[in-house]
């Protein structure tokens, strides 16, 4: 999987399509990956980018659901595989949306 850049600031036309390009990349990366794998190919991709990672809390302490943003794409679930599962499927949804808007 290639690394996204932090985009600081300035994003241009070009670069939300790179952006894009990527986030798809990824989303069918992650379709064929069983659920550790999805966690670790995730995990890195929110290192690489300065994306968020929210596990749900331990016991009764914290969130009880898990919230992940990564390349613009902010998704919840009521764990962390449920959450990458939904991220997946809003940039599908996303995807698909600005192929139609073409």
């Given amino acids: 999987m290639s690394a996204l850049p932090r985009i600081e600031s300035g994003v241009t036309v070009d670069d939300r399509r790179a952006i894009a390009d990527w986030r798809e990349m990824l989303a069918s990366e992650l379709e064929v990956l069983s659920p550790a794998q999805r966690r670790s190919a995730m995990g890195q991709a929110v290192e690489d980018t300065g994306g968020t990672w929210m596990p749900t809390g331990a016991d009764t ?5 898990a919230e992940i943003t990564v390349g613009g794409v902010m998704a919840q ?3 962390l595989d449920a959450c990458i599962a939904a991220w997946i499927k809003h940039v ?11």
């Fill in 92 to 102: 599908v949804r996303i995807s698909r949306a600005d192929q139609e808007a073409a």
């Fill in 77 to 79: 679930g009521e764990d």
């Fill in 61 to 65: 302490w914290g969130p009880h659901y």
